[in-house]
């Protein structure tokens, strides 16, 4: 039990490891914003992990400032991640359903 908790802490390090350069390749779209709807459908990038379960992201195509979005307002769309570059994080990513309906 101990050398499969190792094998698992191991594997969820190398996956944690590759999170944030998973979130700056992957699209994602904006939903469900009251105060700023007019964001609703943007389609934007994540730039930064922002105190508070927000992240820091710029809507593509706009040279916008950087904005603020919960990430219960973040929809996945595309990811552009390879299950045969990298197959270990492609089903890790889908067994923790990140930011996905």
Avoid: M
Avoid at 42 to 60: A, D, E, T, W
């Amino acid at each position: 039990a101990k050398e499969e908790f190792e094998s698992s802490a191991r594997q969820l390090e190398v996956f944690a490891a590759h999170i944030p350069t998973l979130w700056r390749t992957s699209k994602f779209r904006i939903k469900d914003l009251k105060s700023a709807s007019h964001y609703n459908e943007c389609i934007c990038v994540v730039k930064s992990i922002v105190p508070g379960k927000r992240f820091g992201v710029q809507i593509l195509g706009e040279k916008t400032k950087e904005l603020s979005i919960h990430r219960d307002n973040l929809e996945l769309v595309e990811s552009l991640i390879d299950e045969s570059d990298d197959p270990e994080i492609a089903r890790a990513l889908e067994r923790i359903a990140l930011c996905r309906k």
